[in-house]
Structures are given as structure tokens and as C-alpha cells.
């Protein structure tokens, strides 16, 4: 008896203790709840694993190589202007940098943009898209996703209250699938996706991580049921320079009816090779496009006016040498062009089959033929592409991402034996990935 | 999008003092130039390929260091860069971060009056109500400084509810100026633990310190640092506005929320530009305790001009009210019993005077300033009317063209014009 009195007053004595260290933490909930759920993300758990292992990095989509030599000139240009430089500017967009917007892109969308109501300037075409689920989507609202998609974007919709309906790219039936063109939309299992509730679509052209660039038919068909049931259209084209083959960059708001309705989003990051300067854009009606704004002034308010400053001069430089040998938008497919052979080329030497993207910064391949003992019980819950992602960082040093993270969680386990690679980079990495890829098939052949 | 209400007065003002003709006040930034080793930096940072391209998402790892080891040293306590510290855009973005990450549908902010309007529409925009308390001016003073603000204990103490999640502090105070004493921040932090709410502490300002003063961390005091988040900004430090830079630094437990907002609205700030201040962080970590130090020498310069400010408001026949801290002096204009009548437009007979007021200087003036009022909640109109704030962190050539537009325009026989 004396010993469990003796327990028992050592037990109240260590609940006041803990309940006194408690007292100045928290008791209740803290976090609000549109956190829940959209805490996990692919970049940082992948990013970091590359890092660990120093892996020969194709995973995240960023260029390994310099931005080009006048990007960076009108940086440091910039920098050493006046005070203005370095202090406040306009909040929906520095001036200089919505005006060569406006007339680089009105030619193209075939519409009189104006710089000050028709454009927004964000911190990359992230934070764009941010403003448009918050300003657009509401509880309730039904948001139709292309997939495979950009990750980023279901935790967008549910962050707004939406609800995501998923409609994924297939691969034609009959034909070998060898080019993202292969990849369609179907007609009717997009229509039959639509509900009254239904407020808008997100589509990606050219795609990550497929590399699909819709073709004119494909967005007349979307734009179609676009304007039948009155809906929005978020056309992500932060990739609309880099098409390849020929393939043509078509914009649904040049369609006609969709100016009206369509938010496209770009980014300056992707069009000039310096994802890290996080410059982006929306572009749209005005009547739609102020209430982007509105969002952006109670969230970030301004966008650093340095990098604005040069990207506008970015588009000035693109602006006079459009469709000439000496223009960026032409260079960098170009020598993209080479970079993606040659990446197909290593993939195919070791008997794997990439799907040729028509356009974007990635390539994915069928990695289903090959059998890997993977040996590790931690992931053996996760989708099948990303238990080969990580053994493949682990094992062999190779980074890559898995396709299935850029799918609904309804659809990714039809489509785990795919992974993605990013061809943006020297030939150096190339070579790099080459050998490991070499090596690795040599040891498959000699057992 | 039906919260935003007066953040849409100062957005309007903006651009009715963005007429070139108009010589501003009003906007808080300097046109002094930044420090040129911080420019220096960030034009060697784009001559390096890596640092033209993304970086960690919740801080590039020299910059959260750079922080961890700055802060480190001010709280006297360790920081962990990777799980303690969140970069942001700007102050702004921290503040947008922690209401998204934090508040909700339900909750109770309080809110102490003025304020800088974005909180507001922030924690509305959050779904939570926002609970004004306004600081009280202590009667029968002849010059007033920023000090002579103070918040009733009593009034405070019955603005906390069982709903109330958050208080929202900012010191030195935009736009009064006031820094919180030892005493009022611990007066918070008392109902603070009582009522388990956290604390969100923008502190923007805080090497704003003028002479005499001392700017203290709500967060260092005990019981405190595990529900506070504090907010700082490169932009205010290194007089670099428009880099909008800036940081959150709390306990794990918290600041793993704000994290989750960043990753799911812009994911990574700029490379180069946390280079740059990451750079200039640790130039000034060792010039601590020195002249050079540019935390305090920053502080010294502004002094001065703020003292020239006084002066300049003083003889055009208003009266300052000294800021202890930060660039911004409020100025009561009643003084010149300056007659408004013909600023009367149809739709808004209840206008605040300070609005009317301004209105009229930047029509008849071309001056502009912004009204006091902005920064206030309804109810506490009638207290804040009389003052329009001015921004003295300006080089000497723009004080010295205030002080001949006040002599031209404000004086005695003004109101005959």
C-alpha cells in the first residue's frame, strides 16, 4: 500500500509538473483549417532527398545553365538606377514592365491589352494562380483539372473552398504512343465532367510534366464547352515558347468568345531562363482581372521593382527582334531542341521509351519494363513510381520526379510507371545522367 | 472579396498623389539610397548562375542562417534557420502568411488602433472579426510625442473573449511611433497566456529606435516565445522598400503553418535578392557595437531628420507629434483651422476631416500626405481627425523642399487663399 501511495503521489507530481510546462503552450487548436490537407508537397520532400544523396539532378524544373548574358545585364542595369530602383513600385505591376507586356502580347493575343487594367504582375506564375482560385473560386464551386497537372494546383482549389473534378490526358488507342501528341482529351468524358457547379478549367499548354501542346482543334473543343456553360478558363502557358517540331503555341484567349473569360498566366522565370528571379504575370479581362487584384494587394501587395525592371527590358529586346534569328524565343528551343534528343537518345540506349514532349521542360518515360527489388519496407505503402524515384536518387544518383504526384489521388495509381525527367540543362548533366544510365543497364545485362 | 474596405482609401490616395505635379509625403518609403555594399551584393549574386534560379522554398539557406545568427543574438536564445525562421515578401507577405495560417472563420483578432490598415482586410479576408482597442492620448500635454499614446489596462483586458485567437501588435507603431514599453508588452503577454491566444508582433521598425529609447521583443519575455510570431522586414532595415523582403520567426509549431501558406500560395521568394541580404546581414552582425553598424547608424541619420521635420511642421503653424521610433511623425493640423467647406462632395457628407484635408492639400497644394483616419476603425474617428501623417526618411534636399512648400502654402493668412 505504502508503495503505491508513494507511486501515486510521484504521479500527481509529474502531471503538475507537465501540466505547468504546458500552460505556456497552446491547449487549443492553433493552425486554421484550410492548412489541413494541402501540407504535404512533392518539391520539398524530392528537392531535398536529391540534395542528401547528391544526385545528378533532373527532377526539378529549373535550368542548370545561365540565363541569357542581356537578362542579366538589364538586372545589374537596374540595380545600380537611381533610389526608385530599390524602393516601392506600382502595385499591380511596375509600369515599365505592364506597358512591354501589353505590347508584346496584344499582337499575339490579336486584343488591345491594356497594361494597367489587364495585367497583373506576380511573384512568379505561382502566386498568379493563386490569385485566381482565392479571387475567383468559391466553397462549393467545381474546378475542372486536365490531368496530369501541376501539382500546385488541387491544393489551390481546396485552399479556395472549390472542389477539384479531374479529366485526364489518354494515350490514343492502337498507335504506339511515342509523342505527348499522343496524348487526348476526349470530348465527351470532358463534357460529362461539367455540373451546374462548375465555375472553371485549368489547362496547362505546353504541358509539365507531359510536354503536350494543344493543338487549335483541341482548344476550340474546350473553349466550345467553355462558352456553352459560361465557364472561366485558367491557361497556365508559363512554357509558350518552348515548343518543338514545329508544334505551334496556340493561346484559347485568342479564341473567339474567350478573352473574355480566359485568365492565361506566364512567367518571366521560364521565358528568360531565371526561374529564381520569381517574376510572373496574369493577363485577362479587366472585369475579371480586378479581382486578382484585390487579392494581391491583401497578400503580397507589392513585387520586388528590380526584377521587373529588367524582365521589362527583356520584353523590349524580344519585342524588336521577334521571329529573327537573334530573338531568345527562337535560341532557347533551339538548343532545347538538341537537348531533348539527346536525352531520348540515352533513355532509348538502355532500352527505355520516352514520350516525346512537343514542347515544355520535361520528358517522361515507361519505366514498367524494368524490375527493381526495392528492398525498402519504409515506402512500401507509396505509389510504385515514387518507391523507384527514391531508389533511384539512393541507389544509383540520379534525381528525377515521379509522374503520379501530378495526378488525383482517384487516378494516380493507374499511372505509377511513369517518372519524370528535366532536360534544361547543360550537356555536362547529360552526359552525366548518360553514364549513370549506362552503367546501370550494363549490370542489369551481366547477371 | 467583400473585406477589403479602407486598404481601398490608401490604394486611391496613391494614385491621386502619383500626379507628378504632387510632391508626396505620404508613402512610406525612402528616397534615400540604400547602403551600396546591399546593391553591390545583389548585382554579384546575378553574375552567379545558381542564384538566377530557384532556391529553398521557405528561405534560401545563407539568408535564413544570416537570420538565425542576427536574431539569435538579439533574443538571446538559438534559432533554428530551417524550422524557426519563414522568408516571405516582405513584412506584408509574414503578416499575410501567419493570418492565413493561423486565423479563421470564428476567431477574434484584436486589432490595436492606429493600425496599419493591410491587418484589417487581412484578418478578414482570414473569415475572423477584427476587435479594435484604440490607444489613448494622455490629456493636458503641451508637446506630445509618440509616448503619450498609452493603452488602457482595464479597456485591454475586456477585449479578450473566449473567441480571441490572436492580438496583433506593432512596434515602434505605424503611424504614431510609439514603442511599447517593457511594461505594456508585458501587460499583453500576462492576458495573453491567460487567455491562451497567440501574438503576432510586427516589429518592421524595429532598428528604428531614436535616442533614449529601447525597443523590446514581446517575444523574449517568458511565457511568450511559444505563441508569438514576429515579423521583420529587409525592406525597412536596409531601406530597400522594393526588394520586399521579409521574415517570420517563431517556435517550430507555429511557424510550420505559415510554411504550409507559403508553399501553397508563392512557394520561394527571390534568389538573388535573399542573396544580397543575407550578405549584408552578416557585413553588419560583425559591425555590432560599431558606428558603421548600419542597424544603428541608420537610426542616428534619421534622427536628425526627424528633429528637421519637427521643426519644418512647427513653423508652418502645426504641431508634430514626436515619433519615439520609425520613419513617420503624425501632425495634428487643427492649428490652422483651415476652412474645408468646398471640399464637400455629394456622396460623403460624414468624411473625416483629415481626408477632407488632404483631399484639399493635394488640390490646392500639391502636396500629399495621408490622413490618420486610414489607420483607424469608425468608431475612433473623431479621436484621430486632426492628424495627417508625413514620412521624414527623406534626403535633405526633399525636406528642404517641404519646408519651402509649407512656408508658400500653409501659413497664417492661408485660409484666405
Request: aromatic share 10%.
Amino acid at each position: 500500500m505504502g508503495i503505491l501511495n508513494h507511486l501515486a503521489a510521484q504521479l500527481a507530481l509529474i502531471r503538475k509538473i507537465s501540466i505547468r510546462n504546458h500552460q505556456t503552450t497552446m491547449s487549443r487548436r492553433i493552425h486554421a483549417r484550410r492548412t489541413e490537407g494541402v501540407d504535404k508537397n512533392v518539391w520539398v520532400e524530392f528537392t531535398q532527398l536529391a540534395a542528401e544523396y547528391k544526385a545528378v539532378n533532373l527532377g526539378q524544373g529549373f535550368p542548370d545553365f545561365s540565363p541569357p548574358q542581356f537578362i542579366t545585364e538589364a538586372f545589374c542595369k537596374a540595380v545600380s538606377g537611381g533610389p526608385p530602383m530599390h524602393q516601392y513600385t506600382r502595385a499591380f505591376g511596375h509600369p515599365a514592365l505592364v506597358q512591354s507586356l501589353a505590347k508584346f502580347f496584344s499582337r499575339i493575343v490579336g486584343h488591345d491589352i491594356d497594361p494597367f487594367e489587364d495585367i497583373l504582375v506576380t511573384v512568379g506564375a505561382y502566386q498568379a494562380l493563386f490569385c485566381a482560385f482565392q479571387a475567383l473560386i468559391d466553397e462549393g464551386d467545381e474546378v475542372i483539372i486536365v490531368e496530369p497537372f501541376f501539382d500546385c494546383y488541387q491544393p489551390m482549389v481546396v485552399m479556395a473552398g472549390g472542389k477539384a473534378v479531374y479529366v485526364p490526358l489518354r494515350p490514343k488507342e492502337g498507335t504506339a504512343v511515342l509523342s505527348s501528341g499522343d496524348w487526348v482529351l476526349s470530348a465527351e468524358e470532358l463534357a460529362s465532367k461539367i455540373t451546374p457547379h462548375t465555375k472553371a478549367i485549368v489547362i496547362n499548354t505546353p504541358n509539365n510534366p507531359l510536354g503536350k501542346v494543344y493543338k487549335r482543334e483541341e482548344l476550340q473543343m474546350i473553349a466550345d464547352l467553355c462558352i456553352k456553360h459560361d465557364l472561366l478558363c485558367f491557361s497556365d502557358e508559363v512554357y509558350e515558347w518552348l515548343t518543338y517540331d514545329g508544334a505551334k503555341h496556340v493561346k484559347i484567349a485568342s479564341l473567339p468568345g474567350m478573352w473574355e473569360r480566359t485568365v492565361t498566366i506566364g512567367s518571366g522565370g521560364k521565358t528568360f531562363s531565371a526561374t529564381g528571379w520569381k517574376v510572373g504575370w496574369a493577363m485577362g479581362s479587366g472585369h475579371i482581372l480586378k479581382y486578382m487584384k484585390t487579392i494581391h494587394q491583401n497578400s503580397i501587395y507589392h513585387c520586388a521593382t528590380a526584377a521587373q525592371e529588367a524582365v521589362a527590358q527583356g520584353f523590349e529586346r524580344e519585342h524588336e527582334l521577334f521571329g529573327t534569328p537573334q530573338s531568345y524565343f527562337q535560341q532557347l528551343p533551339a538548343m532545347l531542341h538538341h537537348r531533348r534528343e539527346k536525352l531520348a537518345s540515352s533513355l532509348k540506349g538502355v532500352g527505355l521509351q520516352p514520350i516525346m514532349p512537343e514542347g515544355g521542360y520535361f520528358m517522361i518515360t515507361d519505366i514498367s519494363s524494368i524490375a527493381v527489388d526495392f528492398k525498402d519496407s519504409d515506402t512500401k505503402d507509396e505509389n510504385y513510381d515514387f518507391r523507384f524515384v527514391k531508389w533511384l536518387i539512393k541507389e544509383k544518383g540520379l534525381a528525377t520526379i515521379p509522374v503520379s504526384a501530378f495526378y488525383s489521388p482517384e487516378h494516380s495509381k493507374e499511372f505509377d510507371k511513369y517518372i519524370r525527367f528535366c532536360f534544361v540543362k547543360e550537356n555536362s548533366t547529360l552526359d552525366a545522367a548518360e553514364e549513370i544510365l549506362k552503367k546501370w543497364s550494363q549490370n542489369e545485362s551481366s547477371h | 472579396t467583400n473585406f477589403n474596405h479602407k486598404n481601398v482609401c490608401r490604394v486611391a490616395f496613391t494614385s491621386l498623389a502619383a500626379d507628378p505635379s504632387v510632391v508626396n509625403l505620404g508613402q512610406g518609403f525612402p528616397d534615400i539610397p540604400p547602403p551600396s555594399y546591399v546593391k553591390e551584393a545583389l548585382a554579384k549574386a546575378v553574375s552567379v548562375d545558381r542564384m538566377n534560379q530557384y532556391t529553398r522554398g521557405f528561405g534560401h539557406p545563407p539568408l535564413v542562417k544570416a537570420l538565425s545568427q542576427v536574431y539569435g543574438h538579439v533574443y538571446g536564445r538559438p534559432i533554428d534557420p530551417f524550422k524557426e525562421v519563414l522568408v516571405t515578401v516582405g513584412g506584408y507577405g509574414s503578416l499575410f502568411s501567419t493570418m492565413q495560417g493561423l486565423v479563421e472563420e470564428g476567431d477574434e483578432v484584436i486589432i490595436i488602433e492606429p493600425f496599419f490598415d493591410c491587418y484589417v482586410p487581412m484578418v478578414r479576408m482570414a473569415g475572423a472579426k477584427p476587435v479594435f482597442i484604440p490607444l489613448r492620448l494622455k490629456s493636458g500635454k503641451k508637446s506630445i510625442t509618440s509616448a503619450d499614446w498609452y493603452l488602457d489596462p482595464d479597456e485591454l483586458s475586456s477585449k479578450f473573449t473566449s473567441k480571441t485567437k490572436a492580438i496583433i501588435i506593432n512596434t515602434p507603431n505605424n503611424p504614431i511611433g510609439k514603442i511599447l514599453t517593457r511594461d505594456e508588452l508585458q501587460m499583453i503577454a500576462d492576458l495573453c497566456i491567460k487567455h491562451d491566444t497567440l501574438c503576432f508582433s510586427d516589429e518592421v521598425y524595429e532598428w528604428l529606435i531614436y535616442r533614449g529609447q529601447q525597443h523590446v521583443k514581446i517575444a523574449t519575455l517568458p511565457g511568450m516565445w511559444e505563441r508569438t510570431i514576429t515579423i521583420g522586414s529587409a525592406g525597412k532595415t536596409f531601406s530597400v522598400t522594393g526588394w520586399k523582403l521579409g521574415w517570420s520567426i517563431g517556435p517550430q509549431h507555429l511557424i510550420r503553418h505559415l510554411q504550409t501558406v507559403m508553399q501553397n500560395t508563392l512557394y520561394t521568394c527571390p534568389t538573388p535578392l535573399q542573396e544580397a541580404v543575407a550578405q549584408g546581414l552578416m557585413l553588419n552582425m560583425e559591425l555590432i557595437g560599431q558606428p558603421e553598424c548600419y542597424f544603428t547608424s541608420l537610426a542616428e541619420e534619421l534622427e536628425g531628420k526627424r528633429d528637421r521635420m519637427a521643426a519644418i511642421v512647427q513653423e508652418a503653424g502645426m504641431t508634430p507629434v514626436i515619433p519615439e521610433g520609425g520613419y513617420f511623425m503624425l501632425v495634428d493640423v487643427s492649428a490652422l483651422n483651415q476652412d474645408l467647406s468646398d471640399m464637400k462632395t455629394d456622396d460623403d457628407d460624414d468624411e473625416a476631416y483629415d481626408y477632407k484635408f488632404v483631399k484639399w492639400m493635394i488640390k490646392k497644394k500639391k502636396l500629399a500626405a495621408i490622413p490618420v483616419t486610414a489607420f483607424v476603425s469608425d468608431q475612433s474617428t473623431k479621436d484621430f481627425e486632426k492628424y495627417i501623417r508625413l514620412c521624414f526618411i527623406k534626403v535633405s534636399n526633399t525636406l528642404m523642399l517641404i519646408k519651402s512648400y509649407f512656408k508658400q502654402c500653409l501659413n497664417a493668412s492661408f485660409h484666405t487663399v
